[in-house]
């Protein structure tokens, strides 16, 4: 956690993530017309059907293929971004409860489990149940190159 001081550039993202930010923060409301550039629509079947895992990697995913079909080119702005950030006093933190999930992304604008972690996850899976269609289809998915 951080405690917000002058200077500290507000990424335009953390406004509509968190509620009170644009008031804490003096940011004044700004009004624009948006063009819409890429339009992505999920049946509400398939969105019932997106599986939910413990972190974002369905949300890396989507934003990967979106950036895929509006050819977004990715920029190194870590310089900036530590600059910035230096501006910020650390006051604490929370203990994290994510694990990450290795996502190798093509630039066909799919992204898929990494080899190595779908072959840990079959044999977890045979671990716990023994021989099964499940630890058979990651196999075979792992060895299709990890796409679903």
Known sequence: MFKLNHGYVVPASYLD?????????????RYVEAQKVFALELSEGATREFV??????S???VEHLIDSEVQARQVDARKRLL???SKLEYVGSF????EPIPVELGDDGL???????????A???????GPCALADALDLT??????F
């Open 17 to 29: 993530s968190f509620s009170g930010l644009r008031e804490n923060a003096g940011v004044p409301k």
């Open 52 to 57: 939910r895992f413990p972190n974002n990697i």
């Open 59 to 61: 949300g890396v995913t």
């Open 83 to 85: 600059r910035n950030k």
């Open 95 to 98: 203990p994290g409860a994510s």
């Open 111 to 121: 992204a898929c489990l990494s080899s190595a972690t779908l072959e840990h996850t």
């Open 123 to 129: 044999q977890s899976v045979r671990n716990e149940m």
């Open 142 to 147: 792992r060895k299709r190159g990890g796409s």
